[in-house]
């Protein structure tokens, strides 16, 4: 079967090599490789074609700045295979990836196979793989276990460490011209699978801090403006399925990383951010009525519960007590796990 691998190349002439002789290297060979250039100013474009006159699987499409989305999504229209892969061009792949997906995806008639990915920092590579294989067959069962947030199982809302049978795509895209494209795209995507396999072997190396790196930005204006409203609109969409407790899954988590969010506006380094407080105050105060189905899931933690309605009945009460906990009651905890 043919896999569609889809890269989108901007401005990344240094790590770009690396990438596709990564892929080059699959120990599964029916690959269709396909280069879209979003319109580089420095070598990327010119190193495409160079891999393009070297291999034959390999397809360059030059097009004009769009962003990433736009990128992948002429990637879609031109792909042929059966399945369809998306790889960053600064990251790189293990020999055995699409091989193992692949394999898994055939053995289980799957429309999406996800695999473990390894964090590449500057001093360490961090891996966690189990090799453990996971079938998701009930609806909307692998779409709740990546909203669970769940280490062991990263399936998250990252597009490349996916393989997705075409047919997933035919009517889908990702949204253009807003950042953080992949969150609403992979909670679409996971919604419509009736098989989806999980395999805990990382087969994807994902760098986490490379210069100009959007996904390393640090907290930045950008989560107000555009991470945010990300996740809003994918909230609306989990409002329309059958299911409720996807949509509560995900209220839990997103509840608890606003919470995050707000005490980190109080750190210094982040001092001119912090006129967005009163929006994150808004924010959770219109939600009050939600509570008792978040905090009913069976993940819930009763502390979490706690946090937000203190946080509600007095903001600087909650980052006062966070403060202490931080100060005094975290470090006992440690030390005693320590022991």
Request: hydrophobic share 40%; with cysteine.
């Amino acid at each position: 079967m043919l896999i569609s691998v889809i890269v989108a190349v901007y401005n990344i002439e240094k790590y770009l090599g690396r990438c596709i002789d990564s892929i080059r290297a699959q120990t599964y060979k029916e690959l269709e490789v396909l280069l879209v250039d979003d319109g580089s100013t420095d070598n990327s474009g010119k190193i495409c074609d160079v891999y393009a006159e070297k291999d034959s699987r390999i397809r360059v499409i030059h097009r004009e700045n769009g962003g990433l989305s736009a990128a992948r999504n002429t990637g879609i229209d031109q792909a042929t295979g059966e399945y369809i892969a998306f790889v960053d061009g600064d990251d790189w792949l293990e020999p055995a990836m699409y091989q193992n997906l692949i394999d898994a995806a055939i053995a289980n008639e799957a429309q999406l196979v996800a695999c473990r990915y390894r964090r590449v920092f500057p001093d360490c590579i961090r891996d966690g793989s189990t090799g453990k294989i996971t079938v998701f067959r009930e609806p909307y069962s692998m779409l709740l276990q990546q909203l669970k947030e769940d280490e062991a199982y990263m399936i998250q809302h990252a597009a490349w460490n996916k393989l997705y049978h075409r047919s997933l795509l035919e009517t889908l895209r990702f949204p253009e011209g807003k950042w953080f494209e992949d969150i609403v795209f992979s909670a679409k995507v996971l919604s419509k699978i009736t098989c989806g396999v999980y395999v805990d072997t990382a087969g994807y190396n994902y760098v986490c801090v490379r210069e100009g790196s959007i996904m390393n930005a640090g907290f930045t204006e950008r989560q107000f403006t555009d991470l945010i409203p990300a996740v809003l609109e994918k909230e609306a969409f989990l409002e329309m399925l059958a299911d409720p407790e996807p949509l509560a899954t995900h209220r839990y988590h997103f509840y608890k990383w606003l919470l995050l969010c707000y005490r980190g506006l109080y750190r210094k380094e982040n001092r001119g951010l912090r006129y967005h407080a009163k929006e994150l105050v808004s924010l959770l105060k219109s939600r009050k009525d939600t509570f008792p189905s978040v905090y009913a899931i069976e993940d819930a933690k009763k502390t979490d519960e706690w946090k937000v309605r203190i946080f509600l009945l007095s903001p600087r009460l909650f980052r006062w007590i966070m403060a202490v906990n931080d100060a005094l009651i975290l470090p006992i905890r440690l030390k005693g796990l320590k022991k």
